[in-house]
């Protein structure tokens, strides 16, 4: 399985989750779903271990597209990814600004 398979299957099934998450934290019953806290921190860690693997504009480009093809907004991919960079792998916090930037 390649890299970008490997990475479209864990955001999408992030977005899944997140989503499930979501509906379970607006009060919506379904059994039991994981917090959005632990949903996040899965979905930073998938975002960073990516990064990690393809530190590039490129590996930059495929992880807001596999989210945009998850359904995911641009203000959340935005958001997810500064968390992600933030809180996991901040050592891509230049590489993430300079792509933004460009």
Known sequence: MSKTTHITRALTMGAASLALAGAAYAGTA?????TLHETEVRFENTICSYLDSNPTFAGVRTVVAVQQESGIDNANIGRLTVAAVHNICPQHKALVLAWARS
């Open 30 to 34: 379904i059994g039991h779903a994981e």
